[in-house]
């Protein structure tokens, strides 16, 4: 039986949950039954971390919509690699992958959708409605991915696998030398209750909501202690907080972290009050660093957190009830303990990196069956 000679193509490459998907994916499939290669439209650091683990990573410098020679460069690759499966990560990769792969003859195609999109984009489920037939399965990261993609697209369910994020929650485990480290870096004291945000800042993610419980907080005379990890487009708002506004002393940007592990290990609480997402990467790597967490109910995080047994769920928008949450939790150490202690578990049982590979391995095999007999 011959390797399966599989593209995994995304729109960029910078560090974030879709492109960690990926790289988890290039790296850890079977090379005995899978040669495996990543393409994406734009580069990014992940592409370096892909060449440091022996896998072939190309960024073909797309630089808009209209760039023909760059998207025919793409077609070009996958007839010269003569790729079996192209899997297709975010909307416009798919977008250029699926016309690519027809021009090359890819024999089969696979997506995933990583978020159930919070922003009115019509014309991507009217592209999956138009084009769902050449598409041999559609992969979502959450059930109620699935369940929102499928509303919209109005393609079957046999259509669809889900298929959950995995990590190696060892990664993630408390490290008690680094809190100290961290926390005296942070200039916070032993005894101080730290909240810690780690993410793109993005409105997606709704560090606006968090930064307004956070000053609703202020105003009653509760400041919290918190820490933002991260970059994106807001983060004017975030340093304009931590420098001017009621952020003050108790609150520290401290830009993006490669080192997550040392971040979750200095903090107490965790929160993610994000407008939409669709799976929840960044809450699972807080469980399984035994962190109690705070989420919206939105699609993949409603499906990683049960409310009061593995973190507290609060609504979407809502800011007050985020900051009542907050205080709960910082006031509350029984109550941290018990959420860090089901949390740490449902992650290690529930998201395992190996898991998630051996899914991806079995959909492989299923609709490229005969390639590989062949």
């Known amino acids: 039986m011959r390797r399966l000679r599989v593209c995994q193509l995304i729109t960029e490459l910078v560090p974030a949950g ?17 040669d495996v290669q990543v393409v994406a439209l734009r580069g990014g650091e992940v592409g370096d971390w892909l060449g440091k683990a022996g896998i072939r990573a190309t960024a073909l410098g797309v630089r808009g919509k209209w760039d023909i020679a760059k998207l025919r460069g793409l077609t070009r690759l996958l007839r010269e690699q003569r790729i079996d499966l192209l899997h297709t990560h975010l909307f416009h990769a798919d977008l250029a992958g699926r016309s690519a792969a027809y021009f090359a003859s890819v024999p089969r195609l696979v997506h995933t ?18 084009l769902g037939g050449h598409c041999d399965r559609i992969v979502c990261v959450s059930d109620s991915v699935r369940k929102w993609h499928a509303q919209r697209s109005g393609l079957p369910r046999w259509r669809y696998a889900v298929i959950g994020n995995g990590i190696d929650a060892g990664d993630y485990a408390r490290d008690e030398a680094a809190r100290a480290c961290r926390r005296a870096e942070w200039g916070f004291d032993d005894e101080d209750v730290v909240v810690a945000y780690v993410g793109r800042l993005h409105r997606e993610k709704g560090i606006d909501i968090l930064l307004a419980a956070m000053s609703h907080l202020s105003a009653r005379g509760a400041p919290q202690h918190l820490v933002i990890a991260g970059d994106g487009p807001e983060r004017g708002m975030v340093e304009n907080f931590v420098s001017h506004g009621e952020g003050g002393r108790h609150c520290r940007w401290l830009g993006f972290q490669r080192d997550v592990r040392s971040v979750l ?22 469980m399984a660093a035994s962190l109690p967490v705070i989420g919206t109910r939105v699609a993949g995080i409603s499906d990683i957190v049960h409310d009061g047994r593995t973190g507290l769920l609060v609504e979407g928008e809502d800011v007050v009830g985020l900051a009542e949450a907050v205080e709960r939790l910082t006031g509350d150490a029984d109550l941290r303990q018990r959420l860090g202690r089901a949390g740490s578990k449902h992650a290690a049982e529930s998201f395992r990196l190996d898991d998630m590979i051996g899914a991806h391995e079995r959909l492989y095999a299923e609709v490229a069956g005969e390639l590989l007999a062949g």
């Open 113 to 130: 959708v990583h978020t159930a999109e919070g922003r009115f984009r019509p014309w991507q489920y009217a592209f999956a409605r138009l």
């Open 18 to 34: 879709a492109e960690r998907c990926v790289y988890d994916l290039a790296v850890h499939l079977d090379r005995d039954r899978f």
């Open 265 to 286: 290990s200095a903090a107490d609480v965790f929160v993610l009050p994000s407008r939409w997402e669709g799976f929840g990467r960044a809450i699972v790597e807080a």
